[in-house]
């Protein structure tokens, strides 16, 4: 059983002569775990990022995608489209790191919860922020892709078979809708697993200090 919610028991059940458990006491212990939590999530987006990073290093320039944006010409576009991505993604990693050093110093119930609350918003901003961007992605590219007959060939058609460019888009955006929506939900099971169990756990503590608050 969680320690905060033995301590919680034991505090509602003792009687004021034989005090055990002070209400600053509980306080201590939620901002604690608070704290080792909000540490935690900073710890996996670095991780996350060094992961994504190394991929895209060591990733061989002869990998199909790779190729296909030379020949699209595309390369310049996503190279810049990278950068900016990461970005953005340091700049989540920066936050992440002002929570983590913010919620270490409050001194009341009152400021904690207000900090939760920021930090379960930031962490949902940025989950939003990486399913959206693989959506973008895929948006831009097509956009490019379809805006010119020869690239659209290329990409769409490889292989040179016979059809009506109609034909074409709607193969196409069938395959890429279904390719889209499979990879949107692995990201979002990932995200699931391993950001929600830390606001799960956050979340469980901010209940906690409303009710210690009230």
Known sequence: MDVLENYKKAW???????????????????????SSIVK??????????????????????SYSFFEIYKDLNLETLINIFTI???????????????????????????????????????????????????????IIINIVVFSDEDKMNKFFNPENLTMSINEMITLSVISQLIALVIILA????????????LLKKLNRNYKELIKLDS
């Not at 935690?40 to 320039?61: H, K, M, Q």
């Not at 920066?94 to 918003?121: C, E």
């Not at 692995?186 to 169990?197: A, E, R, T």
């Open 40 to 61: 935690w999530i900073f710890i996996v987006g670095i991780l996350e990022f060094i992961f994504w990073i190394t991929i895209n290093i060591f990733t061989p320039d």
């Open 186 to 197: 692995l990201f979002w099971l990932f995200y699931k697993l391993v950001y929600g169990i």
């Open 12 to 34: 509602s059940k003792q009687t004021e002569v034989a005090e055990k458990v002070s209400t600053n006491e509980i306080y201590k212990m939620a901002h604690s775990k608070s």
């Open 84 to 138: 900016l991505h990461y970005i953005v993604i340091i700049g989540f990693l920066y936050l992440f790191y002002k929570n983590y050093t913010k919620i270490s110093i409050a001194d009341n119930t009152k400021k904690l919860i207000h900090k939760i609350l920021r930090i379960r918003k930031t962490v949902r901003n940025y989950v939003y922020y990486n399913l959206a961007i693989i959506v973008l992605t895929s």
